[in-house]
């Protein structure tokens, strides 16, 4: 036998001494123990603004042709989810038809509903 294996306080076999009390609560794995969950304050994801459902009619062509480039590019353009893919679009075609009708500026938000089926064409 080594000096080593006959030192008080140091195992023989290398398993470590028995522990006789649960564990603090700053052990990694003590936040799985009945009673010693932290409650933690959820965390909200921060938005600019509201979200609200939208229901258009497209073109069958139209939605085929864009979810097909939303699967092919979606990671490259880093669009988290199809609904991210049609915000963007639309943001994109608002602000173009700001910055050539409206010389930049935002035009004021409108929350009226807007009129349904198709737009007369003048005679």
């Given at each position: ?7 008080p ?53 139209l ?29 994109a ?23 349904g ?7």
């Amino acid at each position: 036998m080594s000096a080593e294996a006959t030192t008080p306080g140091r195992p023989a076999l290398g398993l470590p001494p028995k522990r006789n009390a649960a564990p603090s609560t700053d052990a990694p794995l003590a936040r799985m123990l009945p009673g010693h969950r932290p409650e933690a304050p959820k965390k909200e994801e921060p938005r600019d603004s509201e979200t609200a459902n939208m229901t258009v009619s497209i073109p069958a062509a139209l939605r085929n042709r864009a979810r097909a480039a939303y699967k092919a590019t979606s990671y490259a353009e880093g669009d988290n989810t199809w609904s991210h893919f049609v915000t963007k679009a639309i943001e994109a075609e608002t602000a173009r038809r700001e910055a050539e009708h409206n010389q930049g500026e935002m035009y004021p938000s409108w929350g009226e509903k807007l009129p349904g089926g198709r737009r007369l064409k003048d005679s």
